[in-house]
């Protein structure tokens, strides 16, 4: 199984800018989506951004779409999410995931899509 590791969560103030990174370990699958989820307290996990395999296709929240990037470097095992404009509702733990597949175009979105997740990482915006 593949581990993931997260890194780049802290405190920021609002419009401020924070990138995540996750790296992939271990029995890594030939080829796997990555996807980004978050969790705020009280709240249940929700999808805010995923990436094919290659690289070409991605996904994101609507409410993410023009401050949010995610991309990927396979040399490096690595995806990353760079947000820009943050707001205070951006406020969660961050996790990434895995998703094994062939289909190097696939964009998953749902929890149940993936196969591996990381720990999470905490990102805080304030007001």
């Known amino acids: 199984q593949v581990q993931l590791v997260e890194s780049g969560g802290g405190l920021v103030q609002a419009g401020g800018s924070l990138r995540l990174s996750c790296a992939a370990s271990g029995r890594t699958p030939v080829s796997y989506a990555m996807g980004w989820f978050r969790q705020a307290p009280g709240k249940e996990r929700e999808f805010v951004a995923s990436i094919s395999w290659n690289g070409v296709s991605t996904l994101y929240l609507d409410s993410v779409k023009g401050r949010f990037t995610i991309s990927r470097n396979n040399a490096k095992n690595t995806v990353y999410l760079q947000m820009n404009t943050l707001k205070p509702d951006d406020t969660a733990v961050y996790y990434c995931?895995?998703?094994?597949?062939?289909?190097?175009?696939?964009?998953?979105?749902?929890?149940?899509?993936?196969?591996?997740w990381g720990q999470g990482t905490q990102v805080t915006v304030s007001s």
């Open positions: 995931a895995a998703a094994s597949s062939g289909n190097y175009f696939w964009t998953p979105q749902t929890i149940p899509e993936y196969d591996s």
